[in-house]
């Protein structure tokens, strides 16, 4: 297949190398900017948004807006498509739109192309929270509202409160894949970005997805970020070395068979994902285990 329709808003055309996002033509690769701050940060987006990168991926919790906006200063604005997310405490309406607010001033910009919500919090009514987003919407100073780090339960009750959710960000490489959120995704016109595609760099030394590289003159790396697109989602790499930054832009000059791409489903499929844990030290744990009715008060 060509083409994937993955939102009324968003189509991935996979052969062209392209993310289409209300008919404006992106790269299909989008830039990850965690855990990169300061000097070494804005040396890196710099680098990406000359090798090509113009997807431009943030969130409070990182900490880089400054930089970012330094990287990108005499850039035009709107060939950029820059997401941020907001944090788990900070959903409550009121918050949502200071949280919004000081992004938009440090980031020197007046809107953001995507707002997500960084992590689910089953303390905050989601109603209230989509419709401030909504809201924030109809001002311009946001053009699409996503969710992270959800599952399907999440989903299924956002959506029942018909405003308009453009993108899932969730974690995604040859490790582990949630199938059947990816499906829902689909069958709900929901676009797709992955976190954490090559897995932190241990996809590199990967002896399956090394083989399968060889035959078409690519690292590991390389054909993880290609499975990910043949699925039809957005991977979002980072990286400080110029060389991997322009590696990750350059697979759109070969394709992965259909038994290749079962092969790495088949492992993916059957793999853990990160956890958040009270351990973690974040002050909540990730709600990735609860029922539709646990999910979030109405």
């Known amino acids: ?70 990287a990108l200063k005499g850039q035009d604005r709107h060939h950029f498509y820059i997401i941020s997310k907001v944090w788990h405490d900070k959903q409550f309406p009121e918050d949502l739109r200071k949280d919004l607010d000081r992004t938009l001033e440090q980031l020197q910009t007046d809107y953001l192309d995507a707002y ?7 303390k905050v009514s989601i109603k209230k929270t989509l419709a401030a987003m909504e809201e924030l919407r109809q001002q311009k100073k946001i053009r699409h509202i996503g969710l992270s780090n959800v599952s399907v339960n999440h989903l299924k009750k956002a959506l029942e409160k018909g405003i308009p959710i453009t993108w899932v960000q969730v974690e995604m490489h ?41 035959k078409y003159g690519k690292t590991a790396c390389q054909v993880a970020l290609r499975w ?5 989602c957005i991977p979002l790499p980072g990286s400080k070395n110029e060389n991997h930054i322009r590696e990750n832009l350059d697979i759109m000059n070969f394709a992965l068979s259909k038994e290749e791409m079962q092969k790495i489903d088949q492992r993916a499929s ?5 956890r958040l844990k009270e ?3 974040f002050g909540f744990t990730d709600e990735l285990d609860l029922s539709y009715d646990e999910c979030w008060p109405n």
């Open 116 to 122: 997500l919500l960084h992590w689910p919090n089953s």
């Open 174 to 214: 040859p490790y582990f894949y949630d199938r059947e959120l990816l499906n829902f995704c689909r069958e709900h016109s929901i676009a797709v970005q992955a976190w954490r595609p090559l897995d932190l760099g241990r996809i590199t030394e990967d002896t399956m997805l090394n083989e399968m590289g060889k």
């Open 1 to 70: 297949m060509h083409m994937f329709a993955s939102s009324h808003l968003v189509e991935v055309d996979i052969e062209g190398g392209v993310c289409k996002i209300e008919e404006i033509g992106y790269p299909i690769i989008g830039f990850g900017t965690y855990p990169l701050t300061g000097k070494v940060c804005s040396t890196a987006v710099e680098q990406a948004a000359k090798i090509g990168y113009r997807i431009i991926d943030t969130a409070t919790f990182y900490e880089n807006f400054d930089s970012i906006a330094q």
């Open 279 to 281: 351990e973690d030290g």
């Open 270 to 274: 059957t793999g853990n994902r990160c």
């Open 228 to 232: 990910i697109i043949q699925h039809g």
